[in-house]
């Protein structure tokens, strides 16, 4: 599993939330020592500095427990069913004519075999307080199921421009489990969003992936 240390959002995501956590914190110790005279300096500085790795020790845990539940996330078998019966599904929909965004729901075997999923993922969403949940193709990086059926749903990551397509470009490139910075994502009504993305593989082969969307208010939460 790709460690915090390894993803270019350490520096910058996680020193932007420590930096927005702690403001209130200074201030206060400002206004306190302000008030109370410079003998308290010292003691305000060590409690800044110990709440602060507070702070961080509880935003890396955070993301790495992102990190760990998308991977178990592609390695569930009931994902790699949902991968291979909608792939084929999908198929089978664009010979029928029913393909491009929303419109595979109007294929029935498709939205059936989606709403057997979707019901998991609901409980999965719920449980581990993710804002939206993704499986994708292995070779466009079609998003074949959404929690939230938002209008990304049915489009193909390799002809986007997003975070969420880059994180599944690099995804498909290593293998590997990749995590984007925050930015602000047009389909979610442009909030910003943290995107995770993960490897499906049955018996050593690539055969889609899983991703999950985190909001800001779930990391809000935290701080």
Do not use: C
């Not at 070779?139 to 938002?150: N, P, W």
């Not at 943290?194 to 992936?209: D, L, M, Q, S, T």
């Amino acid at each position: 599993m790709a460690g915090l240390k390894d993803i270019k959002l350490k520096p910058k995501l996680t020193g932007l939330f420590l930096l927005a956590g702690l403001i209130p914190l200074v201030v206060i110790a400002w206004l306190s020592v302000g008030i109370a005279g410079e003998g308290l300096v010292h003691e305000v500085k060590m409690e800044l500095e110990a709440v602060r790795e507070i702070k961080k020790a509880q935003v890396e845990s955070f993301f790495k427990e992102r990190l760990g539940d998308t991977e178990v996330l592609g390695k569930m078998p009931n994902i790699i069913g949902a991968v291979e019966e909608l792939t084929s599904l999908a198929r089978e929909a664009k010979t029928n004519g029913f393909y491009g965004g929303k419109r595979l729901l109007e294929y029935p075997p498709y939205k059936k075999a989606f709403d057997k999923y979707v019901a998991f993922l609901e409980y999965y969403q719920k449980t581990y307080d993710y804002y939206d949940i993704f499986i994708f193709s292995h070779d466009r990086g079609t998003i074949l199921l959404s929690v939230e059926l938002e209008d990304d749903f049915g489009t193909d990551m390799n002809r986007e421009k997003t975070h969420l397509a880059d994180a599944w470009k690099k995804m498909k490139e290593t293998r590997g489990t990749v995590i984007t910075d925050m930015k602000r994502y047009a389909p979610s009504k442009d909030a910003p969003a943290i995107f995770v993305v993960a490897p499906v593989e049955k018996n050593g082969e690539f055969i889609g992936a899983a991703g999950v969307q985190i909001s800001i208010e779930a990391i809000n939460d935290i701080m």
